[in-house]
């Protein structure tokens, strides 16, 4: 519940040893998350939970080559999230307590039905 403003993943994303990184209720009040090409080069488990104002995330080519599991859970108003294709070793998503309408609009960007 540290209520950061700015978004952490440009100090997070250099962390060398970083596999599993949660940022949970609170954690993050601003609206857009940003993953750029070269971060994250290790992390294997992400959980966004509850960040209230989150609207956006964007994953760039290049970014959380390793990630396998990402949880997103009771992010209300995210509508907007760029690159999941990126994520090439991506094999588990797990979608909690969003809305329909999200989850529709992401699998269609998946390719799923």
């Known amino acids: ?5 700015e ?19 609170r954690a993050y009040v601003g609206a857009e998350i940003r993953c750029l090409s070269g971060e994250f080069c290790e992390l294997r488990v992400l959980k966004l939970w509850m960040l209230e104002n989150l609207t956006q995330w964007t994953v760039r080519k290049g970014a959380l080559p390793q ?4 949880e997103i859970r009771g992010c ?15 094999k588990e998503l797990i979608l ?12 269609e960007k998946l390719g799923q039905t």
């Open 1 to 5: 519940m540290s209520e950061l403003t």
């Open 7 to 25: 978004d952490p993943m440009r100090v997070l994303g250099k962390l060398p040893q970083l596999n599993i990184l949660n940022l949970l209720a």
């Open 67 to 70: 990630l396998v599991e990402l």
């Open 76 to 90: 209300d108003y995210l509508e907007n999230v760029e690159g999941l294709k990126e994520l090439p070793k991506l």
């Open 96 to 107: 909690t307590n969003m809305p329909q309408e999200f989850v529709a609009d992401l699998r």
